[in-house]
C-alpha cells in the first residue's frame, strides 16, 4: 500500500483535502462539551504512536499534535533534534528508517523542506510536515477549517495575504487551487512569495494575484491574513520591520477589505508589528478559533495518514 505522507498540498487529491477537513469538522462536533483529556468514543489510533521531532520551537504544532493524538487514543514521544544523534551528524535517512521500526508515524517540524522530503522518501511509515522554510500545510488545513465554519464557502471565496510572502503563504498559494478560492498576495518586491508555488497554483487553474501594495490585495476581500515580519532564523529582522512597515494590518487596512470580511494569524502575533491589537484583538479576529482548530485539523490528518 502506497504510504500516505502530508509534505504538501501538491502531492494531495483535492478530494482527499476535502474529507481531511470534512472529518476534521466532524471529530470537533463530536468532542462538544467534553473534557479535554478524553479519548474519542472510538479511539481509532489506540496502539498507535506518533514521534514528534523539533528542530524550530513550537508552542501550537506541539501541544495540539501531542494532545491530537492522546484523544484519538494513541500514544506520543517527543524530541527536539538536538536530544537526538540527528543533532550529532546522524543522517536524516538513517533517522527515518530507525524511527520506522519503533513507531507508526513521525511530524517533522523542520528547517529544510529537502530534509522532510528525505526523511519521508527513506521512511516506511507515513510522515507529516509540521513546518518547514517551504510551507506549513497543517496550519492551512485549520484555517480553511476556521473560515468554513464560520460560513465561508471556499469556493469562490477572495482570500488576502499582506506581509512576507513566507512559508504560510506559499501554502496557502498551493491551497488555492485545490479548493477553489482565489488568493490575493500584497507584499513588497524583495519579500515576494515563491514563483514556482505561484506558477503551478496558476498551471492548476488556481487564481493568484500578486500586488505591490497591502491596500490592493485587501480591497473587497472576504478574509485578512498576516503574520508575523520576522520569523525564526531571519537575520535581517531590521530591514524586515521597516520594509513591511507598509503591509501591516490596521483598522485603516481592514475597512477596505468586504464588510463581513475576517482576520486570521497564525501566531505567535506581534501587536503594533504586523498587526494592530485593535484588528486581532476585535470583533473580525479568528485568531484563537484558528488555533484551536489546529487540534481537530491535524486529528483528521493523523487519522488519514493512517488510513483509520
Not at 506559499?170 to 508555488?197: M, V
Amino acid at each position: 500500500m502506497t504510504l500516505r505522507h502530508f509534505l504538501d498540498f501538491w502531492s494531495i487529491e483535492a478530494s482527499e483535502l476535502r474529507t481531511i477537513l470534512d472529518e476534521a469538522k466532524r471529530m470537533k462536533a463530536a468532542r462538544a462539551g467534553w473534557p479535554k483529556g478524553r479519548v474519542d468514543e472510538s479511539a481509532p489510533l489506540a496502539g498507535h504512536a506518533l514521534a514528534m521531532i523539533f528542530e524550530k520551537s513550537s508552542t501550537r504544532t506541539r501541544f495540539s499534535f501531542d494532545m491530537g493524538m492522546r484523544q484519538l487514543g494513541g500514544e506520543t514521544i517527543v524530541a527536539s533534534s538536538g536530544d537526538m544523534q540527528l543533532g550529532r551528524g546522524e543522517t536524516v535517512e538513517d533517522t527515518a528508517r530507525v524511527l520506522s521500526r519503533f513507531v507508526d508515524i513521525v511530524m517533522i517540524r523542520a528547517n529544510s523542506h529537502g530534509d522532510v522530503e528525505a526523511f519521508a522518501e527513506a521512511a516506511t511509515i507515513p510522515v507529516i510536515n509540521g513546518l518547514t522554510d517551504q510551507s506549513h500545510p497543517c496550519q492551512i488545513m485549520a484555517d480553511l477549517q476556521t473560515l468554513e465554519e464560520h460560513g465561508l464557502d471556499l469556493k469562490g471565496a477572495r482570500l488576502a495575504w499582506v506581509g512576507d510572502g513566507n512559508n504560510v503563504c506559499t501554502s496557502f498559494i498551493q491551497a488555492a487551487p485545490k479548493f477553489g478560492f482565489s488568493l490575493a498576495i500584497g507584499t513588497p518586491g524583495r519579500y515576494a512569495p515563491d514563483e514556482d508555488a505561484v506558477e503551478m497554483a496558476r498551471d492548476l487553474q488556481g487564481r493568484i494575484d500578486l500586488y505591490d501594495s497591502a491596500e490592493e490585495a485587501v480591497a473587497g476581500a472576504d478574509v485578512v491574513i498576516a503574520d508575523t515580519f520576522v520569523s525564526m532564523g531571519d537575520a535581517d529582522a531590521e530591514d524586515r520591520l521597516k520594509t513591511l512597515d507598509p503591509f501591516a494590518v490596521t483598522e485603516d487596512l481592514m475597512s477596505l477589505a468586504a464588510k463581513e470580511a475576517v482576520f486570521l494569524h497564525c501566531l505567535p502575533a506581534h501587536r503594533g508589528e504586523e498587526v494592530d491589537a485593535e484588528v486581532i484583538d476585535g470583533p473580525q479576529s479568528l485568531v484563537f478559533d484558528e488555533a484551536e482548530n489546529r487540534l481537530h485539523a491535524q486529528k483528521a490528518i493523523l487519522r488519514w495518514c493512517l488510513n483509520a
